[in-house]
């Protein structure tokens, strides 16, 4: 397997085609490594400038004379070539080349792509790109991208083949405080593609999640085997676009790769355990799911104090399979002991706790279905009624997962003025919030399965 | 360049993987067809055998349900002209098969490689559009999994009182079509249609199968 330890974790960087001219892709690049700074040493490199921001600059690579991990260049595409020779020359171990103008543009730009990407493969230098955004690892203050932002860390490592989505997913994730361990978008994938990134992100101990964004595969039959493994430990979440004939249209023009068939894709992944997801949201969604909630096999247990989004629920259960299993006797017997239930005729899953349903009585509830053994996760539905204490319901979903920890557990809550604290409560403890009862139920669909 | 296997050819292959085929043969001249069919027994089917010809019904290129030899007789006198019109390759005399239309088939994909094709067959293929794939090779589990997605496969296990499909004998006919495509890297594309599948008999009615020129029996 191919050591990428280099380009996620590096100790040095040299940049070339570093600038401080405003709004150029390279000043955003240099800012960017300026918030790794203290974790390692870094080089900027133009022969036009001497400086940059407070850094002395150096003509070209030959004039660092020290040990460099990783090369990132933006340079115009004319020198890019040039640039991966003398990196290949310095023994560097991984190379980013932002700068587009390659295969997606014209035969001349694959031609040369091909070039760069053979004497990649030749110095046994790993090589991330052309025409992409570049990597992001939160957690090692590393941002050798040029993404507007840098998210906190996480447990999501997202793959991208598009950088300007990666772009727009970093830009929510920053303001809805979503973490991150990885942010790869690798372009062309003149070398390394989803196989090399999901096979080392499989062994990072940041990682739990894998969620990518593909247009189309080169090596789709080692991706089979690759997933096939990785699965096994790690889930990938995949969202594939070109799925309908015009899209695939646009694809083969935007990226440079063929798409084959949504059918062949969709059993691809459904064979390799690969979650197919059709959304970005839906993406998200999932991977913020799995990256946060255990898996538990079973049914599913809903709680509301509104009927109506309790059969939302239970209709989108059924749509997609999901089991909810009946409430045993002695579920109910428990649940007509607690005199909290006294005002409550009907015990069923979904359980109504009606309206006026105090903080206790969410607690009771989810407890005692928590406790049925063909119960394997529960999703709680709070409406804001004007009774409803908001945040002190959160707090007691909280305390239900601090004691059922091997069982998922999703709410169901609006984002609104009265439900934001509660929302906000509940996200900062890992607790997945959604504001529709079928987004919540296609993300614990997934975490009801034991694999 | 793809061609396309002859019918000897055809089902030699498939004999070859164990692939059930409808007892049949092909024919230039009545009185040896009239012999084949005095051996098999009626009720017997007569199709054009022209590679060319696509899609045999729509050209009026089968006589289905054949009862007696006068039957067979007026059957032959018609369609004997229309396969002329094509490239004459004689006339397939085959055992008459009823029950539900399956079809099978492979299929080379650019990123995986051999893909097996399951479905509904017949006229049913086209306008149902109900197909599932699996990437080969696939084992006996799998295949199962494919009959058990497609939309209405509940009728094939013996849905009011209709005999029940042989699914181990369909699953193992997968399964035999998936080693078929992994050994055989000149094997463009293969389409079963229809498999004809009533209670335990599961068998291939018509085959078409498109090989690249280094193919070699």
Not at chain 2, 141 to 158: C, F, N, W, Y
Request: proline share 5%.
């Amino acid at each position: 397997m191919i050591d990428l330890s280099k380009i996620f974790n590096p100790d040095s960087i040299a940049f070339v085609g570093a600038t401080d001219r405003k709004d150029s892709v390279g000043l955003s690049i240099v800012e960017n490594l300026l918030q790794g700074k203290k974790k390692r040493e870094l080089f900027m490199v133009n022969p036009y400038r001497k400086k940059v921001k407070d850094y002395s600059t150096y003509p070209s690579l030959k004039n660092i004379s020290q040990k460099i991990d990783l090369v990132i260049i933006a340079t115009p595409q004319k020198a890019v070539k040039e640039v991966v020779k003398e990196a290949c020359k310095k023994e560097v171990g991984g190379i980013i080349v932002i700068t587009a103008g390659f295969s997606e543009a014209s035969p001349e730009g694959t031609l040369v792509q091909k070039e760069i990407a053979a004497m990649c493969k030749e110095a046994g230098v790993p090589l991330v790109g052309p025409n992409c955004l570049g990597i992001i690892r939160p957690i090692n203050k590393l941002n050798a991208s040029f993404a507007p932002f840098t998210p906190r860390p996480g447990r999501i490592s997202l793959i991208s083949q598009s950088g300007a989505l990666l772009d727009s997913i970093i830009d929510k994730a920053v303001y809805k405080d979503l973490g991150f361990a990885n942010l790869v978008s690798y372009g062309n994938g003149a070398d390394l593609s989803l196989n090399e990134f999901v096979q080392y992100l499989d062994r990072d101990e940041e990682t739990k999640v894998i969620a990518c964004y593909l247009e189309g595969l080169k090596r789709g039959r080692e991706f089979l085997e690759v997933a096939k493994k990785v699965t096994k430990k790690t889930p990938i979440i995949a969202l594939k676009a070109g799925v309908t004939e015009k899209g695939q249209e646009s694809v083969s023009t935007h990226t440079a790769s063929l798409a084959g068939d949504a059918e062949i894709y969709e059993a691809a992944f459904k064979q390799s355990g690969v979650i197919q997801v059709d959304s970005i949201s839906e993406l998200l969604n999932v991977s913020q799911g799995l990256a946060w909630q255990p898996k538990h096999q079973g049914g599913l247990g809903v709680v509301s104090n509104g009927g109506g989004m309790a059969v939302l629920t239970v209709d989108q259960a059924q749509k997609e399979d999901v089991f909810t299993p009946p409430l045993t006797n002695k579920t109910i017997k428990r649940l007509q002991k607690s005199e909290v239930f006294s005002e409550i005729t009907s015990f069923e899953n979904p359980l109504d706790i009606i309206g006026d349903a105090n903080p206790e009585r969410y607690y009771r509830a989810m407890d005692i279905l928590m406790r049925q053994k063909d119960i394997g996760g529960i999703i709680v539905i709070q409406t804001t009624q004007s009774v409803t204490d908001v945040e002190e319901n959160a707090r007691k979903i909280i305390k239900i997962k601090e004691k059922y920890p091997k069982k998922p557990i999703v709410s169901v809550l609006f984002d609104g003025r009265m439900g934001h604290p509660g929302v906000d409560l509940l996200e900062k403890n890992k607790i997945p919030n959604y504001e529709d009862p079928k987004i919540a139920v296609q993300v614990i669909k997934h975490l009801l399965k034991d694999k | 360049m793809k061609k396309l296997l002859s019918f000897e050819k055809s089902n030699q292959l498939l004999k070859r993987y164990n692939i059930p085929l409808v007892l049949g043969g092909r024919y230039t001249s009545l009185e040896k067809a009239l012999d084949f069919v005095n051996k098999i027994g009626y009720p017997v089917v007569i199709k054009i055998a022209s590679p060319n010809v696509a899609h045999k019904t729509e050209y009026g290129g089968v006589e289905v349900d054949l009862e007696n030899e006068e039957e067979f007789r007026k059957a032959w006198q018609k369609l004997w002209p229309l396969q002329e019109k094509f490239q004459p390759q004689g006339l397939v005399v085959q055992k008459m098969r009823k029950g539900f239309e399956l079809s099978a088939g492979i299929e080379r994909d650019a990123q995986f490689g051999p893909v097996v094709m399951f479905g509904w067959g017949g006229i049913f293929i086209e306008i149902l559009k109900q197909v599932n794939f699996r990437i080969a090779p696939i084992n006996k589990e799998q295949a199962r999994g494919m009959i058990d997605e497609l939309q209405g496969s509940k009728v094939l296990s013996g849905f009011r009182g209709r005999p029940q499909i042989d699914w181990g004998k369909l699953a193992q006919l997968l399964v035999n079509l998936s080693a078929l495509a992994t050994e055989n890297p000149d094997v463009l594309q293969v389409d079963l249609n229809p498999i004809m599948s009533e209670g335990s008999i599961v068998e291939v009615a018509d085959a078409r199968i498109y090989v690249s020129k280094n193919f070699n029996l």
